[in-house]
């Protein structure tokens, strides 16, 4: 069964499940429940013509918390004993990439059908003859072998409920509505589906769906969401309490017009510890008609901008990371990536004070700590997340782009696309060569820094090391760069040290990860393309910079060729060995390791270029390493070769008379 989960490979769905279950204030979600139209798709049999359900609702509708109600009240229920199977949809993860694609719903749904039917053989049978036998013999499913799969396994059982939410979050909505239409006519499937309006062609692809639109339904629990929040705030003496709490619910709960989302928001507003009592108070009763979450948004971030400049920089600096990082990021490795370019001396130093909460505070309500749990490198940590999906829309988009001409705006919103790829790969350059050693990472020759070690001493090492090139090669995609200075700067200082340029291979290969020749070469490529239609001062510079990319990669691909296997079992040789017999300029030179070939001049041409065999030894002092290679004549290549068992007996006594010859 362990072989079968590592096949299909499920990405971490639970955890979303559980987090949205926690989100669920005390009795909240009920309208849902009781609702005629749930009652009637929890009830439904295979005879009835409308077997699925589609909750929709605008952004920060609450809908994510609904689809965990909806699975809380299905594992309550004693009258079915059908599995029940769920995925969460969700783009505001730092691994969206890999767990917003359709397929990871498969995998997860799969996985969750292979817990619950454990003891079913026909199942069992249907995993392993898919692995095994219908496989094109990955380590893991591939996408068409999971969806077939899942279309098979639930013909193979009497029923199930399916519930997936954030459709509209899916990278590849367009080809998971089909799949889901075939899945919804199979036998005893039920499916309960939520989204955003905008996924309006659902009724139309998949028959049987009953369709239930939220629209003011949840003004129940978000009155008494806000009312329960007010209530603290006056607990905490952050609002008088002269102020009438049923009123202020009420009113504020008719400016949300249907919002969870600016419900939640206006909290954290009023829990900022920037606002005076009477501000509070003022935006509680400034609004007289529903504003919409873009207002909400601007509102918070007027509030950033009045804070102060390290707070500021805090709250861009996490937008920036959370915004266009490749990965989720620990938040060891956060803070180290804020540190100031000017960063020197003792790294405590340079350490924000409860570094996880400033962070909260400075996004002032806009980021959050993940409940659920991610893995990386053997740590397992909580991730910040943006609170909701809009809340990354809206800072990417040109309504905010657009307000960031204002002068203090640039401080709080991070640049877009090229611009913000390329300060991050600035970020990681400096950090190699200005934070991380210049010599073996252990120390001292010879000796291997394990990844543990590696990651303590620079928390920053990993990410910086192994995505600096994927964001380089994202600032070539064809937009102007603002901050193309900075970026070659870098790059530049750091092509210019040898010693770092070795250390930051040692990096990667103790990361057991190959250095990202083939980024390199694709990126310097471009920028001499750039130069050459383009001539002047500033691309002849970066011309220089992009030979010496380009250069660097080729040389990166050679290497990993000859040395990759040594290396990636014993990372510390990139300083010895692995230079030495594959040397470069660019790299830094062990001298102690001297390598002279003892022919000079290539062998006549009657004289065959592959040698037949071949064998060295090292001298006893350790002064010389002895190869010897046996060239077979051109002429008579397939005899030497006839007599190579001969030719093994010599190379062995010649090597033996190499140990004996000083």
Known sequence: M???????????FDDRFRDALDLRGPGTTQWLLQHKDYEAWAQSTDDSLQRHLWVSGKPGAGKTVLAASVIDDLHNNTEHDLPICYYFFSSRQADARQSNDCSAAYRAILSQLLQKNIKNERISDLY???????????????????????????????????????????????????????????HGVRMAMFSRHTVTDLPKR?????????????????????????AALQKLNLLSIKINLDETAATLTRLADGMFLWARLLIAYLNSPGLYPAERKQAINEV????????????????????????????????????????????????SAFLPAEATGDAEDWKIPD???????????????????????????????????????????????????????????????????????????????????????????????????????????????????????????????????????????????PKALT???????????????????????????????????????NEEVGNLAYELGSHLSTLDTDWGHQLRENPCLIWEEATAFNPTSLLAKHGGIHVQPLQCEPPPAVVGYAPINRVSQLTPDGENDVVLSVYPSSKQTVTFSFFSPLLLVLLDRISTALSLFG
């Open 206 to 230: 998949i028959e049987g769906v009953l369709s239930l639109p939220i629209g003011l339904c949840n003004e129940t629990d978000i009155k008494c969401y806000l009312r329960n929040g007010v």
């Open 355 to 497: 570094f996880e909460n400033t962070v909260i505070r400075a996004c002032a309500g806009f980021v959050e700590r993940d409940p659920g749990e991610a893995t990386y490198e053997g740590r397992r940590f909580h991730p910040f997340r943006f609170i909701h999906a809009t809340v990354k829309e809206y800072l990417m988009s040109p309504e905010a782009r657009l307000s960031s001409a204002k002068s203090s705006r640039s401080d709080v919103i991070p640049p877009e696309g090229t611009d913000a790829h390329a300060e991050i790969a600035t970020v990681c350059l400096r950090y190699m060569t200005f934070q991380m050693p210049a010599q073996p990472l252990s120390g001292s020759l010879g000796r291997s820094i394990s990844v543990d070690d590696l990651f303590t001493a620079w928390p920053l090492s990993s990410y910086a090391a192994l995505s600096w090139t994927p964001s380089l090669l994202e600032t070539t995609d064809g937009c102007l760069l603002t901050n193309r200075g900075s970026l070659f700067e870098a790059l530049d200082k750091f092509l210019s040290q």
């Open 128 to 186: 392993s003859f898919a692995m095994h036998y219908q496989s094109a013999g990955q380590l893991t499913a591939s996408r068409g072998e999971v969806a077939d799969l899942a279309e098979l396994t639930m013909k193979c059982i009497d029923g199930v409920y399916i519930v997936v939410d954030a459709l509209d979050e899916c990278d590849s909505c367009d080809e998971l509505l089909p799949k889901l239409k075939r899945i919804g006519e199979i």
């Open 288 to 335: 007289g008609t529903p504003e919409g979450l873009p207002a909400m948004f601007e509102r918070i971030l007027a509030l950033i901008e009045r804070s102060d400049k390290a707070m500021r920089r805090t709250a861009r600096q996490s937008f920036l990371w959370l915004l266009f990082s490749q990965r989720q990021m620990l938040p060891d490795e956060l803070e």
């Open 503 to 541: 250390a930051w291979i040692e990096c990667c290969y103790t990361y057991s990860a190959v250095p990202h020749y083939e980024n390199l070469q694709r990126w310097g490529s471009r920028v001499l393309e750039d130069a050459e239609h383009t001539p002047n001062k500033s691309t002849k510079d």
């Open 2 to 12: 362990r072989a079968t989960r590592e096949w299909l490979a499920p990405p971490n």
